[in-house]
C-alpha cells in the first residue's frame, strides 16, 4: 500500500525554521517509480481550503512556490531516499496550517484536484 509519511512539524516562535520530511513507499513508489512522481507540498488552516505551497518536479528542478512562500521556504527532493523536503525560514504566524505531502504521477500540477497520492499532514504552528 502507497504511502506518504510526513514529518518535521511542530511549534516555533516567528522568525524560525522548520524542515518537513515527506517519505514515501509502496509499490508506486518502487525502484526507480518515485522519481516519475511531480511531489508537492500543500497545507491547510483552519477553515480554509487546502492550498498549494510548493512543487518540484522529478528532475529537482522547475521547483515551484506560491508567492507567499517565495524566497523563505526551499523544496528538494533525495529520489535515492524516496523523500522529498520543505525547508521553511523565516516563518510567519499566517504560515500555521497543517501541511501535506502529495504525489502527482508525470504530472507537473499546481491544482490539489491532480495528486495521486497524499500524506496525513503534519501540524505547523508559528507562534507570533
Known amino acids: 500500500q502507497e504511502q506518504l509519511v510526513e514529518s518535521g512539524g511542530g511549534l516555533v516562535q516567528a522568525g524560525g525554521s522548520l524542515r518537513l520530511s515527506c517519505a514515501a513507499s509502496g509499490r508506486a513508489f518502487s525502484g526507480r517509480t518515485f522519481s516519475s512522481y511531480t511531489m508537492g507540498w500543500f497545507r491547510q488552516a483552519p477553515g480554509q481550503e487546502r492550498e498549494f505551497v510548493s512543487s518540484?518536479?522529478?528532475?529537482?528542478?522547475?521547483?515551484h512556490y506560491t508567492d507567499s512562500v517565495q524566497g523563505r521556504f526551499t523544496i528538494s527532493r533525495d529520489n535515492a531516499k524516496n523523500t522529498v523536503y520543505l525547508q521553511m525560514n523565516s516563518l510567519k504566524p499566517e504560515d500555521t496550517a497543517i501541511y501535506y505531502c502529495?504525489?502527482?504521477?508525470?504530472?507537473?500540477?499546481?491544482?490539489?484536484?491532480?495528486?495521486?497520492?497524499w500524506g496525513q499532514g503534519t501540524q505547523v504552528t508559528v507562534s507570533s
Open positions: 502529495a504525489a502527482d504521477f508525470l504530472g507537473g500540477s499546481l491544482n490539489v484536484d491532480d495528486y495521486d497520492f
Open positions: 518540484i518536479t522529478w528532475s529537482g528542478g522547475s521547483p
